[in-house]
């Protein structure tokens, strides 16, 4: 493990960067951190420590108090409407111009990858932006917003919900399929600010390795991944992000 000071980065992973035909990178919360938005794991500051997420993301909250549940999504549906993307989201968004091949795969539901730039990123866990039928499924993009009432389907008068995915819940099947094929091709993962305790996500980066990818984690604080990962970058994404991009120059 490479632990570089104020961002003198190993020879070794310039050069396997360099040399990557196929680049992923796997994000989290803490990449939208420096964007104003809350992580979920971070003591006082983040969402679980604040929240109850059995209250808030899982389908019997939704079914006990769906009113209680559409409000606290659309609280922060306001919160990732005025957030904007920062220099790590842009340093993702250029890095994908650099390399041959590119996956981004995001475990965030704010959408701000798109709004840096970047074309097609895997969303493992949905987008808080876009709202879906409870019953169907199918994205609605008009709803009668009401303050008293949680809106209805317009097609089966199910109520509506956000297009995330909640504890308890399947991940969507292509995007993870997706995402185990670029773990099981790449030649170097980077992990960026993630906690890795949530699966399947934080399967991807033991698959990449075993599949033979150099694993880099991008992160301030030290994880479960810390101790396997061939280099350790501490500190902030948009940051390090910028710095590696540079040094590829
Ligand atoms: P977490 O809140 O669990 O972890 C955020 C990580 O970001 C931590 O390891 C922090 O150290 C790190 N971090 C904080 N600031 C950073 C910065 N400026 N740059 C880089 N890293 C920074 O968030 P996730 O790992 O994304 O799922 O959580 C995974 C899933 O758990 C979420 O997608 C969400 C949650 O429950 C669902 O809602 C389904």
Not at 105 to 130: C, F, K, M, Y
Not at 152 to 178: I, K, S, T, Y
Not at 182 to 196: D, E, F, K, M, P
Request: charged residues 20%.
């Amino acid at each position: 493990m490479a632990t570089p000071s104020s961002f003198e980065f190993d020879g070794d992973l310039i050069a396997a960067l360099r040399d990557a035909r196929f680049i992923a990178v796997l994000t989290g919360a803490g990449i939208s951190a420096e964007s104003g938005l809350a992580t979920f794991r971070d003591a006082q500051t983040g969402l679980w420590a604040r929240f109850d997420p059995r209250e808030l993301a899982t389908p019997s909250a939704f079914a006990r108090n769906p009113k209680l549940v559409w409000d606290w999504y659309a609280w922060r549906r306001e919160h990732v409407a005025a957030a904007r993307p920062n220099a790590g989201h842009l340093a993702l968004a250029e890095l994908e111009q650099r390399v041959p091949e590119f996956a981004l795969i995001t475990q965030n539901v704010d959408g701000l990858h798109q709004r840096a730039g970047s074309r097609n990123p895997i969303e493992l866990h949905g987008n808080i932006t876009r709202v879906k039928c409870s019953r169907e499924g199918a994205i609605v993009r008009h709803w009668d917003a009401r303050p008293d009432a949680v809106p209805h389907c317009a097609n089966c008068g199910a109520l509506l919900r956000p297009d995330v995915v909640w504890f308890e819940e399947m991940l969507p099947e292509q995007a993870l399929a997706a995402a185990d094929d670029a773990a099981r091709r790449c030649n170097v993962l980077l992990v960026v600010g993630t906690s890795a305790e949530v699966y399947p996500a934080a399967a991807l980066p033991a698959l990449a390795q075993r599949s033979g990818a150099i694993i880099v984690e991008i992160n301030p604080n030290a994880t479960p991944l810390s101790a396997t990962a061939d280099y350790v970058l501490r500190g902030a994404a948009g940051v390090v992000l910028p710095a590696l991009l540079a040094a590829l120059d």
